[in-house]
Nanobody, 124 residues
Framework: QVQLVESGGGLVQAGGSRRLSCAAS????????MGWFRQAPGKEREFVTA????????YYADSVKGRFTISRDNAKNTVYLQMNSLKPEDTAAYYC?????????????????WGQGTQVTVSS
């Protein structure tokens, strides 16, 4: 079992940057594909980005491509989400997720473990 704890959320101005972290418990973090999702009030949870367990493959939603970067440090059991050029429409609760598999996954239902979320608010 994996426990995930996100951090790094907060209030940021439009055009600014923020880095989210997701720390995972357990000794087999490198065996898990990881993803970031977000959910705004009144909206469904949506895919943001995902990374394979090796870090060799990444996927991004079109809405964040070129602005957000996912990375992982398997030695630190942590996955990161670097967010640049933030927009008010990026405002949401951001969740990291994990699944014991090789490839990066883009559908929420494919993930087995979720963090509690961290709020990112982008002011205009």
């Amino acid at each position: 079992q994996v426990q995930l704890v996100e951090s790094g959320g907060g209030l940021v101005q439009a055009g600014g940057s923020r880095r989210l972290s997701c720390a995972a418990s357990g000794r087999t973090f490198s065996s898990y594909a990881m993803g970031w999702f977000r959910q705004a009030p009144g909206k469904e949870r949506e895919f943001v980005t995902a990374i394979s367990r090796s870090g060799g493959s990444t996927y991004y939603a079109d809405s964040v491509k070129g602005r957000f970067t996912i990375s992982r440090d398997n030695a630190k059991n942590t996955v990161y989400l670097q967010m640049n050029s933030l927009k008010p429409e990026d405002t949401a609760a951001y969740y990291c997720a994990a699944r014991y598999t090789i490839v990066a996954l883009t559908v929420p239902d494919e993930y087995d473990y979720w963090g509690q979320g961290t709020q990112v608010t982008v002011s205009s």
